[in-house]
């Protein structure tokens, strides 16, 4: 069968992509890579035009309010100033699946005129979850941005009706961790019987997953979609001595004398236990986030809770 790769290029099952350099996963098709009933998320930084960005704020902010009533399939949107750079702001966007993803595009394209991406100098924003073939070839129609689809080397994202909605506000990670050298299939083994064991005993964990980072062979990407700030302190439950041993066996895959970088976007990021190391018997990594608080002044889009997941 022919594939997609995370580039949104097409190759076969096994070979390596021309452009980005990726392998294909197992031979699934990005339809199957993720079921469009699947929550989409999608993450990443854009720019803005100078002299528009307080225009940008008060359009987004706006937009956000009325695309994530109760019922309309979009849990999240949200957007928040660079620390460094207040003409970039990292987006998330959180939705039921690709239909809802779709059906608000067309909103967001008011948006479009905000920003600087171009053709010949497009952002990138990461996707997960999910997606599927359909929605990668309506987007790669957009030749301003880079929608990259991540394949899950390991992991899940819980599907909305997957159980209670627990309380909220929601934790967010999008993190980029490296890994040792002939490491990578250890790593997703490994972080699959975590995520086994995490599914199973902690139910506000909604996502977790690793994929490769299109840019590094070396790296991967580590997303973590937790219910509430409960739900980020019971995954690492060192209680809980099969779940402490299996994280240990994933952990030492990682080379930790690389930092690992990304955002975390929490009600509570100052919490320094969201900055350390998950597994305390592993030496631990050099930890270089950028953290975010939900429902701070500066953030844009309403605090994401339980409510806008309710049909």
């Given at each position: 069968?022919?594939?997609?790769?995370?580039?949104?290029?097409?190759?076969?099952?096994?070979?390596?992509?021309?452009?980005?350099?990726?392998?294909?996963?197992?031979?699934?098709?990005?339809?199957?890579?993720?079921?469009?009933?699947?929550?989409?998320?999608?993450?990443?930084?854009?720019?803005?035009?100078?002299?528009?960005?307080?225009?940008?704020?008060?359009?987004?902010?706006?937009?956000?309010?009325?695309?994530?009533?109760?019922?309309?399939?979009?849990?999240?949107?949200?957007?928040?100033?660079?620390?460094?750079?207040?003409?970039?702001?990292?987006?998330?966007?959180?939705?039921?699946?690709?239909?809802?993803?779709?059906?608000?595009?067309?909103?967001?394209?008011s948006?479009?005129?905000?920003?600087?991406?171009?053709?010949?100098?497009?952002?990138?924003?990461?996707?997960?979850?999910?997606?599927?073939?359909?929605?990668?070839?309506?987007?790669?129609?957009?030749?301003?941005?880079?929608?990259?689809?991540?394949?899950?080397?390991?992991?899940?994202?819980?599907?909305?009706?997957?159980?209670?909605?627990?309380?909220?506000?929601?934790?967010?990670?999008?993190?980029?961790?490296?890994?040792?050298?002939?490491?990578?299939?250890?790593?997703?083994?490994?972080?699959?019987?975590?995520?086994?064991?995490?599914?199973?005993?902690?139910?506000?964990?909604?996502?977790?997953?690793?994929?490769?980072?299109?840019?590094?062979?070396?790296?991967?990407?580590?997303?973590?979609?937790?219910?509430?700030?409960?739900?980020?302190?019971?995954?690492?439950?060192?209680?809980?001595?099969?779940?402490?041993?299996?994280?240990g066996?994933?952990?030492?895959?990682?080379d930790?004398?690389?930092?690992?970088i990304?955002?975390?976007?929490?009600?509570?990021?100052?919490?320094?236990?969201?900055?350390?190391?998950?597994?305390?018997?592993?030496?631990?990594?050099?930890?270089?986030?950028?953290s975010?608080?939900l429902?701070?002044?500066?953030?844009?889009?309403?605090?994401?809770?339980?409510?806008?997941?309710?049909?």
């Amino acid at each position: 069968c022919s594939c997609l790769c995370v580039c949104a290029s097409p190759i076969s099952p096994g070979d390596v992509c021309s452009i980005c350099r990726m392998t294909s996963f197992d031979g699934r098709t990005l339809a199957s890579s993720a079921a469009s009933a699947v929550p989409l998320l999608v993450h990443g930084r854009r720019r803005l035009k100078e002299g528009l960005v307080d225009e940008f704020k008060e359009r987004f902010s706006s937009l956000a309010a009325s695309s994530t009533r109760p019922g309309s399939g979009i849990h999240a949107m949200f957007a928040f100033a660079d620390h460094d750079d207040p003409r970039v702001f990292w987006h998330v966007f959180w939705s039921a699946g690709a239909s809802s993803f779709a059906h608000d595009a067309s909103q967001q394209e008011s948006l479009a005129a905000y920003y600087e991406s171009s053709e010949q100098d497009p952002d990138a924003l990461d996707c997960y979850g999910g997606w599927t073939e359909g929605l990668a070839a309506e987007s790669a129609a957009n030749s301003s941005v880079t929608y990259r689809f991540h394949a899950p080397m390991a992991g899940f994202v819980k599907a909305d009706d997957a159980g209670l909605i627990p309380e909220g506000p929601p934790l967010f990670g999008f993190t980029k961790r490296y890994v040792k050298p002939g490491c990578m299939d250890d790593l997703a083994s490994s972080f699959q019987t975590v995520s086994d064991l995490w599914r199973a005993k902690v139910p506000g964990i909604l996502g977790a997953s690793v994929s490769r980072d299109p840019d590094h062979a070396d790296r991967v990407h580590d997303l973590r979609l937790f219910a509430n700030h409960d739900a980020y302190l019971k995954h690492t439950d060192k209680s809980d001595d099969a779940l402490t041993a299996a994280m240990g066996v994933w952990f030492a895959n990682y080379d930790t004398s690389r930092p690992f970088i990304g955002e975390i976007y929490a009600p509570d990021p100052n919490d320094e236990r969201l900055h350390k190391s998950s597994v305390t018997s592993s030496p631990a990594p050099p930890i270089g986030l950028t953290s975010f608080r939900l429902g701070a002044p500066e953030m844009l889009g309403p605090i994401p809770t339980g409510e806008q997941r309710k049909a």
